[in-house]
Nanobody
Framework: QVQLVESGGGLVQAGGSLRLSCAAS????????MGWYRQAPGKQRELVAV???????NYADSVKERFTISRDNAKNTVNLQMNSLKPEDTAVYYC??????????????WGQGTQVTVSS
């Protein structure tokens, strides 16, 4: 199996910064897209940012110009640098990875989530 372990959440004042990290381990042949999602209380989980193995990125409109996603293919890690944080960024952030576990199969895996709270 594959495990995704997140770190870096916490409490920060509006305008501040946080950096989230996620490391994948287990039976990994290759990792395709990696991304970050978030879920605020009473809301659906939404995409924050995604990055392909080749480095192509895509961001939710609400975080463009403030968040930056990056990955290290050799270490199977993905990071999310969050700047200029706003109270509406408060949510549980989840790491996601599409992992190829064999030559013919790929599955989506999720981390356990890390809380990000932005105070006004």
């Amino acid at each position: 199996q594959v495990q995704l372990v997140e770190s870096g959440g916490g409490l920060v004042q509006a305008g501040g910064s946080l950096r989230l990290s996620c490391a994948a381990s287990g039976i990994i042949l290759n990792i395709n897209a990696m991304g970050w999602y978030r879920q605020a209380p009473g809301k659906q989980r939404e995409l924050v940012a995604v990055i392909t193995r080749g480095g192509t990125t895509n961001y939710a409109d609400s975080v463009k110009e403030r968040f930056t996603i990056s990955r290290d293919n050799a270490k199977n890690t993905v990071n999310l640098q969050m700047n200029s944080l706003k109270p509406e960024d408060t949510a549980v952030y989840y790491c996601n990875a599409n992992v190829q576990t064999s030559f013919s199969r790929a599955y989506d895996f999720w981390g356990q989530g890390t809380q990000v709270t932005v105070s006004s």
